[in-house]
């Protein structure tokens, strides 16, 4: 602002001096708007289908989470993006799908191994959707104009990568013993003390035909001579068990 006793000397030569300066930053040109965006997008969907195509679908064979990662990883990214462009704020943005993902995955128990890569997605659409991959160079001088930063760039594909190793070695055959855990209802409950713990894993080997790791005793209905029984054992390689803790037909849902 102008100091009320320097009017007196304030001419038009000042005022005009004074807007100039004043008026607006620097804005990036309609090209570099869309090569920003069309950088991020297609990064973000890169990384995201690597992700997913080579290491969570490989394994868990689940089409609905497919699509389900790859759709909200773009709209993840675009909303970031837009929202970012606006000035609104990201916790604003992180909070609306917050709200999103309350309202629909409550109502269904998601794994653990899926709820990670929903997380991993989500952050990894935050990181290329919001790294300054563009600088404003001359912003002192008389011609501001917006540069693809090469730096910013490089760490954002960097941090990408980054994530794809841990996950590749992660999820490496040669690291991992794959375990899963099939939910039994067991009808010889005489078994389940544990002093024929032996036999109820045998029993358990010759009915259901795989090599047991280990057994956990549930819900005991003695009215029906019955039990819950959860039973670890390790997957061969490619295997997958997806549906092993269902119990009713109505939770199954084709894949």
């Known amino acids: 602002m102008i100091p009320l006793q320097d009017l007196g000397d304030y001419t038009l030569a000042d005022e005009e001096l004074f807007d100039v300066q004043s ?55 675009m909303l970031l993006y837009v929202m970012g462009n606006v000035e609104v704020g990201v916790g604003l943005t992180l909070g609306l799908f917050a709200i999103f993902g309350v309202i629909r995955y409550r109502t269904e128990t998601v794994p653990i191994r899926e709820m990670t890569y929903l997380f991993v997605i989500i952050a990894l659409a935050a990181v290329n959707g919001l790294a300054p991959i563009y600088k404003l160079v001359g912003a002192t001088g008389s011609d501001p104009h917006y540069e693809l930063n090469l730096g910013v760039t490089g760490v954002t594909v960097l941090s990408n990568l980054l994530v794809i190793c841990l996950i590749w070695v992660l999820e490496s055959e040669r690291l991992l013993k794959h375990t899963s855990a099939k939910l039994v209802l067991y009808d010889r409950i005489e078994l389940i003390v544990p002093e024929r713990r032996a036999e109820l894993i045998a029993d358990l080997e010759k009915r259901t035909g795989l090599k047991v790791d280990g057994v956990e005793i549930g819900h005991v209905d003695f009215l029906r001579d019955a039990a819950f029984i959860k039973v670890y054992y390790t997957l061969e390689k490619g295997q997958s068990a997806s549906i092993d803790t269902l119990t009713k037909a109505r939770d199954f849902v084709e894949q």
């Open 23 to 77: 008026i607006t930053d620097a804005m990036m040109t309609t090209p570099q708007s869309l090569a920003e965006l069309a950088i991020r997008f297609l990064l973000n969907l890169v990384v995201c289908w690597i992700l997913v195509q080579f290491f969570y679908y490989r394994k868990s064979r689940r089409r609905d989470y497919y699509f389900t990662f790859m759709v909200f990883s773009s709209a993840m990214l």
